[in-house]
């Protein structure tokens, strides 16, 4: 006989988020080493907390591709021999910049750790910049930027994100630069943006997973101790990330022919560092982020518009953007963005029930030990709370703090970081097959723009 | 480093359900995995895309699970579940808090046991929709998004079981009905027809009084395996294929396609070793002489795929940088395979490439979820589970004269498939000028 009753769990073995030390060297060079036992294939990360977000606006684009050229050579091994000297010790290595840091790195077995350092050392403190290395990258991201013209969804975000933002904000733009920035990128300005931007004294090594007979802090100070500190450094400058004072309520890139509309609504949302991250984390699962959520509940699996539905919070150094998303079948284009309204509406009005307050905290509380596996995991999620200058404990402090979560706290959040009223609304789609009924649906002045179609590289 | 060993147990309930269990208790986490022996090539002529469909059903709830609730449950207890389908087999797994194991044998069996009683036409449409969805949005809106069905619809002749894709038709989804779901749930949905694999921070006899409990009492279909038609095939496809594809998209694209050994087959390993060498990473042949020194291409892939049946395929791609000759890109791209054809590998290249598929083996067999699915995918494919502990020792043992051989037979004119992508037709340009 099949069992109808469903089976209530055991007792949860106890889980710790990895303890982890920090020991400074005289530089400056911050070094955390976390010990994860058995796991032998190590992760070392160095980063600088400077990043995209802190670039002048005639420059976006230059962090993220210099930290691509690192990679392109070096005092000691050109680009080719750096690859296979990587290649030899079983290590990927990587160099890459996002808004808030640029970082170098290796997954590598633990045995050549040494040997890995030395490289990432040789990465962060020596490229060269070879002018046409810097040039066919350069190439490269410009291609990029056209594929992403004619990627509906990459069209989307990056739509959506100059329709939110205020001309001057540097998350008005995506983080690799546009078209006008990049091209004027070449070594010369690399080269400057490096030199100005070394500063040991900002940086930070995490190396994580089985620690046993390695000295994290005698390898780091090998390599990185005796980098001199920066005076004259340039700092982070923290650009104010101003929302946009609605030239377009609602915005449509039409694309003729198009089968599927790709929605995003928002508007200017948060920092990472903010006093109720844990009951925002809680509503933004309970409104977009569980399979359950409100809008896939209702977009997918009440309706089949859509793939699926979500919405959420980008969180950076400054206020990153929030986003309701979807895909949906062209002609439900104006009933699925209804819907959306409708629940960022209901999401601080319609009271949190303590089935979906439950749902949300038990599974962020839950999957929190599935995420960090591996070294590489654990050393992302250090980083994060080091770029964000975020206490030590704030990992060990995260499954308490979101347990005490209540439904009055996510409603509150709600209320305070979710305006439905101020929201934009941007369109990736066919124009020809719902403009009409948009326009009808009184929800603003629509502003309807052609592409130029893709073909036309 | 030493290379792990996972040691597991393999069995068998009476029912026929195979059980694989490995214990892993380095984190309080646990994987469950159950793989079907069924993917669209079991699917009929008219009725594409259905193995995919019913994996959608099999979220809408059973007898004792309501619409939508497996995963809203699984992720109430902390955890992740999903579903994937494939032209070989079809899988359903969750990762959760090991404390909650028995929780995800009860949703599974649930479904196994009860899964028509609780299907509806509104549900059957709903999915219909979502399915469509899923369609327009992975391959009908995006760019160079056909390949897929084009790659398996020039490698495998029109009644072959693996000519169409995974997706199916949007008219073979529209003719869906329920009587067609319960019919292929019923022939294809049974104990001995699957394998669950279970890893993580377990007590194998616990897990073993569980499965028994709520699998245990669930018929055999007597009736499997199902007969498949005629599915072998020549080793080559016996004459170049050749197709320009204009697309939305402002960069050209040169997709290769090419028979390939098995899924299991030691020369596939080979052919990996040869896909690593030629496109792995930026130290790779093609990306060297492609994207660094000739500057034809903005970026260049090739893999493979194993699949159990005819051919395995062998895919890859340049994209061209704008204003580049076209024909000079895939003469440089071939040139490369054929190199690969004639010449030895140094030992420095095969060394580094070991060295790399070493570390993302590594890297792969620290998750719980991928051991898991890597016990069931053996154990249905090949009834070789073991093979997740000798794979590596396998790729590690390749040599440089296997690849050249393994190259030799699939890098050949009559074996290839050859899509060029290009961008639309400029009526949209003027129209967008206009």
Same mark, same amino acid.
């Given at each position: 006989?099949?069992?109808?009753?469903?089976?209530?769990?055991?007792?949860?073995?106890?889980?710790?988020?990895?303890?982890?030390?920090?020991?400074?060297?005289?530089?400056?060079?911050?070094?955390?080493?976390?010990?994860?036992?058995?796991?032998?294939?190590?992760?070392?990360?160095?980063?600088?907390?400077?990043?995209?977000?802190?670039?002048?606006?005639?420059?976006?684009?230059?962090?993220?591709?210099?930290?691509?050229?690192?990679?392109?050579?070096?005092?000691?091994?050109?680009?080719?021999?750096?690859?296979?000297?990587?290649?030899?010790?079983?290590?990927?290595?990587?160099?890459?910049?996002?808004?808030?840091?640029?970082?170098?790195?290796?997954?590598?077995?633990?045995?050549?750790?040494?040997?890995?350092?030395?490289?990432?050392?040789?990465?962060?403190?020596?490229?060269?910049?070879?002018?046409?290395?810097?040039?066919?990258?350069?190439?490269?991201?410009?291609?990029?930027?056209?594929?992403?013209?004619?990627?509906?969804?990459?069209?989307?975000?990056?739509?959506?994100?100059?329709?939110?933002?205020?001309?001057?904000?540097?998350?008005?733009?995506?983080?690799?630069?546009?078209?006008?920035?990049?091209?004027?990128?070449?070594?010369?300005?690399?080269?400057?943006?490096?030199?100005?931007?070394?500063?040991?004294?900002?940086?930070?090594?995490?190396?994580?997973?089985?620690?046993?007979?390695?000295?994290?802090?005698?390898?780091?100070?090998?390599?990185?101790?005796?980098?001199?500190?920066?005076?004259?450094?340039?700092?982070?400058?923290?650009?104010?990330?101003?929302?946009?004072?609605?030239?377009?309520?609602?915005?449509?890139?039409?694309?003729?022919?198009?089968?599927?509309?790709?929605?995003?609504?928002?508007?200017?949302?948060?920092?990472?560092?903010?006093?109720?991250?844990?009951?925002?984390?809680?509503?933004?699962?309970?409104?977009?982020?569980?399979?359950?959520?409100?809008?896939?509940?209702?977009?997918?699996?009440?309706?089949?518009?859509?793939?699926?539905?979500?919405?959420?919070?980008?969180?950076?150094?400054?206020?990153?953007?929030?986003?309701?998303?979807?895909?949906?079948?062209?002609?439900?284009?104006?009933?699925?963005?209804?819907?959306?309204?409708?629940?960022?509406?209901?999401?601080?009005?319609?009271?949190?029930?303590?089935?979906?307050?439950?749902?949300?905290?038990?599974?962020?509380?839950?999957?929190?030990?599935?995420?960090?596996?591996?070294?590489?995991?654990?050393?992302?999620?250090?980083?994060?709370?080091?770029?964000?200058?975020?206490?030590?404990?704030?990992?060990?402090?995260?499954?308490?703090?979101?347990?005490?979560?209540?439904?009055?706290?996510?409603?509150?959040?709600?209320?305070?970081?979710?305006?439905?009223?101020?929201?934009?609304?941007?369109?990736?789609?066919?124009?020809?097959?719902?403009?009409?009924?948009?326009?009808?649906?009184?929800?603003?002045?629509?502003?309807?723009?052609?592409?130029?179609?893709?073909?036309?590289? | 480093?030493?290379?792990?060993?996972?040691?597991?147990?393999?069995?068998?309930?009476?029912?026929?359900?195979?059980?694989?269990?490995?214990?892993?208790?380095?984190?309080?986490?646990?994987?469950?995995?159950?793989?079907?022996?069924?993917?669209?090539?079991?699917?009929?002529?008219?009725?594409?895309?259905?193995?995919?469909?019913?994996?959608?059903?099999?979220?809408?709830?059973?007898?004792?699970?309501?619409?939508?609730?497996?995963?809203?449950?699984?992720?109430?207890?902390?955890?992740?579940?999903?579903?994937?389908?494939?032209?070989?087999?079809?899988?359903?797994?969750?990762?959760?808090?090991?404390?909650?194991?028995?929780?995800?044998?009860?949703?599974?069996?649930?479904?196994?046991?009860?899964?028509?009683?609780?299907?509806?036409?509104?549900?059957?449409?709903?999915?219909?929709?979502?399915?469509?969805?899923?369609?327009?949005?992975?391959?009908?809106?995006?760019?160079?998004?056909?390949?897929?069905?084009?790659?398996?619809?020039?490698?495998?002749?029109?009644?072959?079981?693996?000519?169409?894709? @995974?997706?199916? !038709? &949007?008219?073979?989804?529209?003719? #869906? /009905?329920?009587?067609?779901?319960? +019919?292929?749930? $019923?022939?294809?949905?049974?104990?001995?027809?699957?394998?669950?694999?279970?890893?993580?921070?377990?007590?194998?006899?616990?897990?073993?009084?569980?499965?028994?409990?709520?699998?245990?009492?669930?018929?055999?279909?007597?009736?499997?395996?199902?007969?498949?038609?005629?599915?072998?095939?020549?080793?080559?496809?016996?004459?170049?294929?050749?197709?320009?594809?204009?697309?939305?998209?402002?960069?050209?694209?040169?997709?290769?396609?090419?028979?390939?050994?098995?899924?299991?087959?030691?020369?596939?390993?080979?052919?990996?070793?040869?896909?690593?060498?030629?496109?792995?990473?930026?130290?790779?042949?093609?990306?060297?002489?492609?994207?660094?020194?000739?500057?034809?291409?903005?970026?260049? @892939?090739?893999? !493979? &795929?194993?699949?159990?049946?005819? #051919? /395995?395929?062998?895919?890859?791609? +340049?994209?061209? $940088?704008?204003?580049?000759?076209?024909?000079?890109?895939?003469?440089?791209?071939?040139?490369?395979?054929?190199?690969?054809?004639?010449?030895?590998?140094?030992?420095?290249?095969?060394?580094?490439?070991?060295?790399?598929?070493?570390?993302?083996?590594?890297?792969?067999?620290?998750?719980?979820?991928?051991?898991?699915?890597?016990?069931?995918?053996?154990?249905?494919?090949?009834?070789?589970?073991?093979?997740?502990?000798?794979?590596?020792?396998?790729?590690?043992?390749?040599?440089?004269?296997?690849?050249?051989?393994?190259?030799?037979?699939?890098?050949?004119?009559?074996?290839?498939?050859?899509?060029?992508?290009?961008?639309?037709?400029?009526?949209?340009?003027?129209?967008?000028?206009?």
């Amino acid at each position: 006989m099949v069992i109808a009753t469903r089976p209530s769990h055991g007792e949860p073995r106890p889980y710790h988020f990895p303890s982890f030390s920090h020991e400074r060297l005289s530089n400056g060079v911050d070094v955390i080493a976390v010990h994860l036992p058995e796991r032998e294939l190590l992760t070392g990360v160095l980063f600088e907390s400077i990043g995209a977000g802190d670039e002048h606006d005639d420059e976006a684009g230059l962090t993220v591709l210099m930290a691509r050229a690192m990679t392109e050579g070096t005092r000691t091994h050109d680009a080719v021999a750096l690859v296979e000297a990587g290649e030899r010790l079983g290590a990927s290595i990587h160099a890459e910049a996002g808004w808030d840091a640029l970082s170098v790195g290796a997954d590598v077995p633990a045995e050549r750790l040494g040997p890995a350092l030395d490289l990432v050392a040789e990465i962060m403190a020596e490229p060269i910049f070879p002018e046409s290395e810097v040039e066919r990258l350069r190439e490269e991201r410009l291609n990029d930027i056209l594929q992403a013209r004619a990627d509906p969804r990459r069209r989307a975000e990056e739509g959506f994100i100059e329709t939110i933002y205020a001309p001057g904000s540097p998350y008005r733009r995506p983080a690799s630069g546009t078209r006008e920035t990049v091209e004027r990128i070449d070594a010369g300005a690399v080269r400057a943006m490096h030199a100005r931007r070394f500063d040991p004294n900002r940086m930070t090594l995490i190396v994580g997973g089985d620690l046993t007979g390695i000295d994290v802090v005698r390898l780091a100070q090998a390599r990185f101790g005796g980098w001199a500190p920066s005076l004259s450094c340039e700092g982070p400058r923290q650009v104010p990330a101003r929302p946009a004072d609605h030239p377009w309520r609602i915005r449509i890139l039409d694309r003729p022919g198009s089968v599927q509309t790709e929605i995003r609504i928002g508007h200017v949302g948060l920092k990472r560092r903010i006093p109720d991250f844990h009951a925002l984390s809680v509503m933004s699962a309970i409104l977009g982020g569980l399979f359950n959520s409100r809008l896939n509940r209702v977009l997918r699996e009440d309706r089949g518009y859509t793939y699926g539905a979500s919405a959420g919070f980008e969180l950076r150094r400054a206020a990153g953007p929030f986003a309701a998303r979807a895909a949906v079948n062209t002609d439900v284009t104006v009933p699925a963005i209804r819907d959306i309204l409708a629940e960022l509406e209901g999401i601080g009005e319609r009271p949190v029930t303590q089935d979906e307050l439950h749902a949300a905290r038990d599974f962020l509380v839950g999957v929190f030990p599935l995420r960090f596996e591996t070294p590489s995991a654990v050393v992302g999620a250090i980083s994060s709370i080091v770029i964000h200058g975020l206490p030590d404990d704030e990992l060990a402090r995260y499954r308490p703090a979101l347990e005490a979560v209540s439904a009055e706290d996510v409603t509150a959040a709600a209320r305070s970081h979710v305006h439905p009223d101020e929201a934009s609304i941007l369109l990736v789609g066919d124009a020809s097959a719902f403009l009409a009924d948009l326009e009808a649906a009184g929800l603003g002045a629509v502003t309807v723009e052609r592409e130029a179609a893709t073909g036309a590289a | 480093m030493p290379i792990p060993t996972v040691a597991f147990s393999d069995e068998r309930l009476p029912n026929g359900l195979r059980l694989i269990i490995a214990e892993d208790h380095l984190a309080p986490v646990v994987a469950v995995n159950l793989w079907y022996n069924v993917g669209s090539k079991h699917e009929q002529p008219g009725r594409t895309g259905f193995a995919h469909l019913f994996e959608h059903v099999m979220f809408q709830g059973s007898a004792h699970v309501g619409k939508a609730e497996h995963i809203a449950i699984v992720q109430a207890a902390g955890g992740t579940a999903n579903g994937s389908t494939w032209l070989d087999r079809t899988n359903y797994y969750e990762t959760l808090p090991s404390n909650q194991l028995e929780l995800a044998l009860w949703l599974e069996a649930d479904r196994l046991a009860t899964l028509p009683e609780a299907l509806s036409q509104e549900n059957l449409d709903n999915q219909r929709e979502v399915v469509k969805n899923e369609k327009r949005w992975s391959y009908d809106n995006r760019p160079y998004g056909s390949w897929v069905e084009k790659v398996l619809a020039g490698l495998y002749p029109p009644d072959h079981p693996y000519h169409h894709s @995974t997706i199916g !038709s &949007m008219a073979d989804l529209d003719a #869906a /009905s329920p009587e067609d779901v319960t +019919a292929f749930f $019923r022939l294809h949905y049974a104990p001995n027809n699957a394998v669950l694999s279970i890893v993580g921070d377990v007590d194998p006899a616990q897990a073993r009084t569980w499965v028994e409990r709520y699998f245990g009492p669930i018929p055999a279909n007597p009736a499997l395996p199902v007969a498949l038609p005629e599915m072998s095939l020549p080793a080559t496809l016996g004459g170049e294929i050749r197709e320009v594809v204009p697309d939305q998209v402002p960069l050209a694209r040169i997709i290769w396609g090419f028979r390939a050994p098995l899924f299991g087959d030691p020369r596939l390993d080979a052919l990996d070793m040869a896909g690593q060498i030629l496109a792995g990473g930026k130290g790779s042949r093609l990306h060297r002489r492609l994207v660094r020194e000739e500057r034809l291409a903005q970026d260049v @892939t090739l893999f !493979s &795929m194993g699949l159990v049946a005819g #051919a /395995s395929l062998t895919s890859g791609w +340049a994209t061209a $940088r704008p204003g580049i000759d076209l024909q000079r890109l895939e003469e440089a791209y071939w040139e490369e395979l054929v190199r690969m054809t004639r010449e030895l590998v140094s030992d420095d290249e095969l060394a580094r490439a070991k060295a790399l598929t070493e570390a993302d083996e590594l890297g792969a067999l620290m998750r719980v979820e991928e051991k898991a699915d890597r016990l069931s995918s053996y154990a249905t494919l090949l009834d070789d589970p073991g093979l997740i502990n000798r794979m590596l020792p396998r790729y590690l043992a390749v040599t440089a004269e296997q690849i050249r051989d393994i190259c030799a037979a699939v890098f050949v004119p009559d074996n290839r498939l050859v899509l060029t992508y290009v961008p639309a037709a400029s009526g949209q340009a003027e129209e967008a000028a206009a």
